[in-house]
């Protein structure tokens, strides 16, 4: 069974998914989401994807915020722009969640 994945958002941000503008979601590339979105090897080392099939993204941490279930299409590690191989570092790299069609609506 495919699992989902859990995140908390602004209210910008959550907004501009539910309106279909933001169509892929950012994570820092820290220890915490190499945990929760990479499978590691035996020496830690990045190996692949954990297989999401969905997001479940909530506006904040209230009781009844909105939440909405996202699909998740692909995971990919980005970095960025303009930055010489030479100077590269671990906070120049970032997650790339691509989302897909909203699946469900709660509180929105």
Do not use: S
């Not at 994945?5 to 998914?17: D, R, S």
């Not at 190996?47 to 999401?52: C, E, L, R, S, W």
Request: overall charge negative; glycine content about 4%; charged content about 35%.
């Amino acid at each position: 069974m495919k699992k989902q994945l859990y995140l908390v958002l602004q209210k910008q941000w959550f907004n501009e998914i539910l309106a279909g503008t933001k169509t892929e979601e950012y994570r820092n590339f820290t220890d915490h989401f190499i945990n929760r979105l990479c499978i590691l090897d035996e020496k830690e080392e990045i190996i692949g994807f954990k297989d999401y099939e969905t997001v479940k993204f909530q506006m904040g941490y209230n009781k009844d915020a909105p939440q909405m279930i996202v699909e998740c299409k692909e995971i990919y590690i980005a970095q960025d722009d303009g930055v010489e191989e030479k100077d590269l570092k671990p906070e120049h790299f970032f997650f790339v969640i691509v989302l897909g069609k909203i699946l469900e609506r709660k509180n929105c």
